[in-house]
């Protein structure tokens, strides 16, 4: 977002013993700290960090492996630029993250808040994650199953105003990617197929059978997402943000029923409760339904924004800070914002769609100095 102070100490780690050195030092000492991938997901304050910032500049990954058949396994440092892997894994005839193309950030950074689009997610295809552990300062291999991947969020995500449920540091991740090959094959994911147009107008897609290769889809991503100012490009003020600001709210059915019929919304899977524990002295020979989570459905931010009257371009008055002129749900520097003009936009929307429609927007960006 091009706003915040430097920090106080900055230490730059380009392998994993310069990472895991520098975490066990600030960590003993006490001092306050903060690790920095790519600063993509980030809004910074306008003050100074009192602490140390430890920026992760590993890079490279590898082919391993362990797959099962039809699969390559990859294992990535967690400082690589992820988009440079993506184009890497296309070329290559891989399969499961091509739909993610542009995402800006580092490889270590898509396990924290699954990241995802168009139909994939980082769910699909991890595999596990090398980290370290604040508590123990020990580095140790943890299954992707282990780490509470939910929409956008891990129990590694600072979420705003809530401390992460495991605070550690990922140092690499692993994938499975399908092989493929490079040639137009179906696309059987309805969400991939209907982002790419595969259902409508463009269903001929690139052969004329309505088939897609991945490099047809990193190509075709890459226009959608650059359309909306979601690809990094000096050229483009709207892509000077920290991509979608708040997260799509996730609220149980019947709140979403009372929403007006034109917002968008996506019903999410029940949580079901598979296990009953009944003791053996007062089992009676029934055994009771099986119990779910009240269905939860999740709902169009950038909707419930321009709803509540808050257009493409939207600013506050004098404010350097305005939403996209492309995409609602972004906020973005229009050139010499500071992050409490930022904040102050932020605190605006939220604001106006609560007050619409009762609906408290989160923010998605990791903030440091700042609050709402």
């Given at each position: 977002m091009r706003v915040g102070a430097a920090p106080e100490r900055m230490v730059d780690a380009a392998t994993r013993d310069?990472?895991?050195?520098?975490?066990?030092?600030?960590?003993?000492?006490?001092?306050?700290?903060?690790?920095?991938?790519?600063g993509s997901n980030l809004l910074a304050g306008d003050e100074p960090f009192d602490g140390t910032v430890i920026r992760l500049l590993t890079t490279g990954f590898e082919p391993v492996s362990g797959a099962p058949e039809g699969f390559q396994r990859v294992r990535i440092e967690a400082g690589q630029n992820w988009d440079a892997f993506v184009a890497w894994s296309v070329e290559s005839g891989l399969a499961g993250v091509e739909a993610m193309s542009g995402i800006p950030g580092t490889a270590g950074a898509a396990p924290i808040q699954n990241v995802g689009a168009y139909?994939?997610?980082?769910?699909?295809t991890l595999i596990s994650v090398d980290l370290i552990d604040e508590d123990t300062h020990e580095v140790s291999e943890v299954a992707a199953a282990d780490l509470g991947l939910g929409p956008r969020t891990s129990d590694l995500k600072h979420h705003y105003g809530e401390a992460p449920a495991r605070s550690a540091v990922i140092l690499g991740i692993t994938l499975d990617l399908a092989r493929v090959g490079t040639a137009p094959r179906e696309i059987s994911d309805a969400r991939l197929r209907q982002a790419l147009g595969l259902d409508g107008a463009r269903s001929a897609g690139e052969d004329g059978t309505g088939r897609a290769s991945l490099s047809w889809i990193r190509r075709t991503v890459l226009e959608i997402r650059g359309s909306k100012g979601m690809v990094l490009d000096p050229s483009d003020p709207d892509s000077t943000s920290a991509g979608s600001f708040f997260n799509n709210p996730i609220i149980p059915e019947h709140a979403a029923r009372a929403l007006p019929s034109g917002c968008p919304r996506w019903p999410m899977e029940p949580v079901i409760d598979q296990e009953q524990i009944i003791p053996l002295d007062s089992w009676d020979g029934q055994i009771q339904p099986v119990s779910s989570a009240p269905r939860m459905v999740k709902v169009s931010a950038a909707w419930l924004i321009e709803q509540a009257g808050l257009t493409k371009g939207f600013g506050l008055p004098g404010s350097r800070a305005t939403l996209s002129t492309k995409h609602t749900l972004a906020i973005t520097n229009r050139g010499g914002a500071t992050a409490d003009e930022v904040a102050a936009l932020a605190r605006f929307v939220r604001s106006r769609v609560a007050s619409e429609y009762g609906i408290e927007l989160n923010p998605e960006p990791v903030f440091v100095g700042v609050e709402l």
């Open positions: 310069e990472i895991v050195s520098a975490l066990r030092d600030v960590w003993s000492s006490g001092d306050a700290w903060f690790v920095l991938g790519g139909g994939q997610e980082i769910v699909q």
